[in-house]
Nanobody, 123 residues
Framework: QVQVVESGGGLVQAGGSLRLSCAASGRTLSFYVMGWFRQTPGKEREFVASLAWSGGNTYYADFVKGRFTISKDNAKNTVYLQMDSLKPEDTAVYYC????????????????WGQGTQVTVSS
């Protein structure tokens, strides 16, 4: 089993930046995929980005391409989501998730979830 804990959310003005962190523990992550999702009230959780721990291939949702970057630190077992050029519509609770297997973009395919961290972008 894998435990993931997010941190780094907060309040930022439009155009600003935040970096979210996701610390993973419990298993070697070599065969895991780490994903970031976000959710706003009344909406389904939506895919933001994902990274395969081994090999490092990444996927991004179209609405964050060129603005967000997912990366990892092997030594710290941590995945990051660097968010630049933030927009008010990026306001959401951001969740980190992990799955054993292929790199996929739908939330139901991820088994392990963090508690979420709030990101608020003011206009």
């Amino acid at each position: 089993q894998v435990q993931v804990v997010e941190s780094g959310g907060g309040l930022v003005q439009a155009g600003g930046s935040l970096r979210l962190s996701c610390a993973a523990s419990g298993r070697t992550l070599s065969f895991y995929v780490m994903g970031w999702f976000r959710q706003t009230p009344g909406k389904e959780r939506e895919f933001v980005a994902s990274l395969a721990w081994s090999g490092g291939n990444t996927y991004y949702a179209d609405f964050v391409k060129g603005r967000f970057t997912i990366s990892k630190d092997n030594a710290k077992n941590t995945v990051y989501l660097q968010m630049d050029s933030l927009k008010p519509e990026d306001t959401a609770v951001y969740y980190c998730a992990a799955r054993l297997g292929g790199n996929i973009r739908y939330a139901s395919g991820y088994n392990y979830w963090g508690q979420g961290t709030q990101v608020t972008v003011s206009s």
